[in-house]
């Protein structure tokens, strides 16, 4: 029973990573095509589909264009940092503070993404608000977990301590 639970927990881990790879190419091929999604959404769209709340034309263009970069730089790092956990935890290093520190940087990140895609809904487009609400809503997650695991490094270490 032990070896299939390995077993099925190897391959959770594969997927996972294969997953955060795929979400990476994806992501690089958001940023190459990124300015025409964006340019079409902001200036060739006259129907009234895309309305904007503050911003029009140009300054809506480049809003969405420099913050979008931004978030994309923070999602680069969000999924280097995950990658490294997955990595450690397959390697058997569940509970310990690189991984309590990989949990926090990738929490500060969303919390980042999540007020960079809050300005971004309420300035150029209220469909980006939809992104704002999951960033959002991650972030409580992802705090909860890295508190978890922080409080289990503690529990650890006052159990190495004790032996």
């Known amino acids: 029973m032990d070896k299939q639970n390995n077993a099925g927990s190897s391959m959770s881990v594969k997927v996972t990573k294969v997953f955060i790879i795929l979400v990476a190419l994806a992501s690089i091929f958001s940023c190459i095509v990124g300015p025409r999604i964006v340019r079409y959404v902001t200036l060739e769209s006259h129907d009234g589909v895309f309305n904007s709340p503050w911003f029009i034309g140009y300054p809506r263009f480049w809003t969405i264009i420099v913050l979008g970069y931004i978030c994309a730089v923070i999602l680069f790092v969000m999924l280097y940092q995950l990658y490294m956990l997955v990595c450690r935890i397959d390697n058997g290093e569940v509970f310990s503070q690189r991984n309590v520190r990989s949990l926090k940087i990738i929490s500060n990140v969303v919390l980042m ?31 909860v ?15 190495d301590y004790t032996v």
Do not use: P, S, W
């Open 145 to 159: 977990v890295m508190n978890a695991f922080a409080k289990a490094v503690e529990m650890k270490d006052e159990l």
């Open 113 to 143: 993404a999540c007020i960079l895609t809050f300005i971004m809904g309420i300035t150029c487009g209220y469909f980006i608000l939809l992104i704002f609400a999951a960033a959002a809503f991650m972030t409580a997650i992802i705090r």
